[in-house]
C-alpha cells in the first residue's frame, strides 16, 4: 500500500471513530450501531444508499440485507466485488422503523459522508434511490427521470460524476426495476473510464412541478477488525 492510501486510510479510521460516538442528532438514541460505511478507501466508485435498516443496524455494516445481496450481485455482474468500492449511506443511523430521514438528521450527517468523500476520492458516486439522489444532486427531480444518466457535481469539495440508480430494495420489489438497474450498471465501466470531470456546471432553476423531497463505536482498533477499510 503506498504512502498515500495508508494516510487516507487512516484518516478515514479516524472521521469512522468520531462518527462511531456521535449524538448530534436524536438517532444516536435508538441506534444499535452506527454504520459508517466499508469498502476500499481507495475506491473509484462509491455507492451511497438512505439509511441503514434492521440488519444493517445490527451488524454496524452498510447494505447486508436483501437490498445488499443484490448489490452485491450487480456488483459481480460488471466483475467488481464490494471489496472494490465503497458502500454508504447519507444517515449512517437507523431511523427508527425506517421512517424517512428527518431534516435534522441529515444536516447532522451531512459532514461524514462529505469527509468520506473527500478522502476516498472517488471518481463516480453512484446514489441508491431517490432519497440519496434528490440531496446528492440537490434536486427535487425524482429518480425515475434521472436514473442512468451521469451528473456533475461537487461533492466534499471535489467535483464526481453522480450516477443515480434505482434502490436495490425497489428492484427486488418490481422485476422490470430490476432489469433496469441491471442495464445502468452496465454503463459504469465506461463512466469510470472517463476522465474526471470539471468543475460542476451552473445550477439550473428546478422545474415548478417537481416532487417533494422524500424517500422512497467502535474504536480504531475495531474499524480494522472488522476489516472495514481495504
Ligand atoms: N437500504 C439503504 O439505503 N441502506 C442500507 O444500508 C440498507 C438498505
Redesign the pocket.
Known amino acids: 500500500m503506498s504512502s498515500a492510501s495508508e494516510q487516507r486510510r487512516e484518516q478515514l479510521v479516524e472521521v469512522f471513530n468520531e462518527a462511531a460516538v456521535c449524538e448530534k442528532c436524536p438517532l444516536s438514541a435508538t441506534r444499535t450501531r452506527v454504520?459508517f460505511g466499508s469498502g476500499n478507501a481507495d475506491a473509484d466508485l462509491m455507492f451511497v444508499?438512505?439509511?441503514?435498516?434492521a440488519?444493517?443496524d445490527r451488524q454496524g455494516?452498510?447494505?447486508?440485507?436483501r437490498?445488499?445481496a443484490l448489490l452485491t450481485e450487480l456488483l459481480e455482474g460488471i466483475d467488481l466485488r464490494r471489496e472494490d468500492v465503497f458502500?454508504a449511506?447519507?444517515l449512517k443511523c437507523r431511523p427508527p422503523g425506517n421512517r424517512d430521514p428527518q431534516p435534522i438528521e441529515i444536516e447532522s450527517c451531512e459532514p461524514y459522508l462529505a469527509r468520506q468523500v473527500q478522502l476516498i476520492e472517488p471518481r463516480v458516486v453512484c446514489t441508491?434511490?431517490n432519497?440519496?439522489t434528490k440531496l446528492l444532486t440537490r434536486s427535487q427531480t425524482g429518480i425515475t427521470k434521472v436514473r442512468g444518466a451521469p451528473q456533475v457535481h461537487s461533492l466534499g469539495g471535489r467535483t464526481v460524476f453522480v450516477m443515480p440508480l434505482f434502490?436495490?430494495?425497489a428492484a427486488l420489489r418490481t422485476p422490470s426495476v430490476a432489469d433496469t438497474l441491471r442495464s445502468d450498471f452496465a454503463k459504469l465501466p465506461e463512466l469510470l473510464k472517463q476522465a474526471p470531470p470539471d468543475a460542476e456546471p451552473a445550477a439550473t432553476p428546478e422545474p415548478s412541478n417537481a416532487e417533494p423531497q422524500s424517500s422512497q463505536a467502535e474504536p480504531a482498533l475495531e474499524a480494522d477488525q472488522l476489516g472495514l477499510f481495504g
Request: glycine content about 20%.
Open positions: 454504520v444508499g438512505e439509511a441503514p435498516g440488519e444493517e455494516l452498510p447494505f447486508v440485507g437490498a445488499g458502500i449511506n447519507v441508491l434511490g432519497f440519496a434502490h436495490p430494495a
